[in-house]
């Protein structure tokens, strides 16, 4: 009897274990439905600021410099003192150039009362021809003389001039590269220093011909459209994570590909009247205005990285899911765009995803909504 009973104890527990199993509830999730949209295109690359109006502040005479009249680092306006040359020897040659143009004008005086003379007794036949073009030729001689002291004149007063070298425009200064007692010769030390427009400031970036190519590819999916007169929207976003208030406008973007780094380079104007950007930073651009056209998009929880790439659960129609690699592109805020894997319709898996495998019975709770800008 003992026999019997057993292996009827042993068939009902496991039927009733299978029965267990079958009936296992579906797993809760929430899901996103694949649509094909016009979405923002964002594009990030890393820049570095540059002056918009760098100013090299160069000597355009030889001698010792004598002082240097700013405060490295700081701000200066338009026609402020920065350094001087040491003034001497051109006060100098200035008063020789003066004193040759008197000389010069003394012998054209003489020169026109000689020819006063003359040309009344010319007239009367009492002085030759030769006596009074002789006498017009010094007159003219002086003249000349005179024009060319007079330049002379001129030329050392601008040398004297450029010994106060001022500052063309309101800027930042750098530091000064030469100190006090350093005998400057413009064609071997003449840079002094560098002052630098900062407001506006420009960043430039560099554009790769992958991602140039990727933007102009026929017959994807998705299709960018570029704002009108190419007019891009740059945003900046610091070192610290912070984001620079101010936005800026593409101003130049190179005509033809840099054949070292096979990149284009684009430049973005920015007001800039705080300073916080300066020269040489580092920063973010995010530039906008261009849109993706027929778009398909899934938030970022939804995407896991498998062994052969990037993959989601997609929900078929018996309720079950199933892991389907797709190739991901840019981001749009917290979604990922897909190039490759999904149609419009498909409706993936974004929460409660830890529990799936494939072949799981889900429940869809709540359905996932793109966000609204």
Known sequence: MLRFILPCFLSLLF??????QKEKPPISVTA????AKTIPADFQFVGVAKSSHPVEIRSRVEGYLQSIDYTEGDMVEGGELLFRIDPSQFEASLEQAKGELARQEAILWRAKRSLERIEPLYEQNAASQRDRDNALAQVLSGEASVISATANVTQAKLNLSYTYITSPIEGLTGRAKY???TLITPSINGL???VSVIDPIWVVFSVSDDQLLKARAEGSSKELILPGEENFTVTLTLADGSTFPHTG????ASPTLDPETGAMVVRAQFPNPEGVVLPGQFVSAIVSGAKWHNALFVPQASVFQ????MYVFVINSDDTVTKREVQVGEWYKKYWIIEEGLEPGDLVVVEGTNKLQEGSRVKVTSNASPEQK
């Open 179 to 181: 100190r006090e007692g």
């Open 306 to 309: 498998g062994r052969k790439g």
């Open 192 to 194: 002094l220093t560098l």
């Open 15 to 20: 039927v009733g274990c299978q029965s267990k």
């Open 32 to 35: 996103f439905r694949v649509e």
């Open 249 to 252: 406008q593409v101003n130049f």
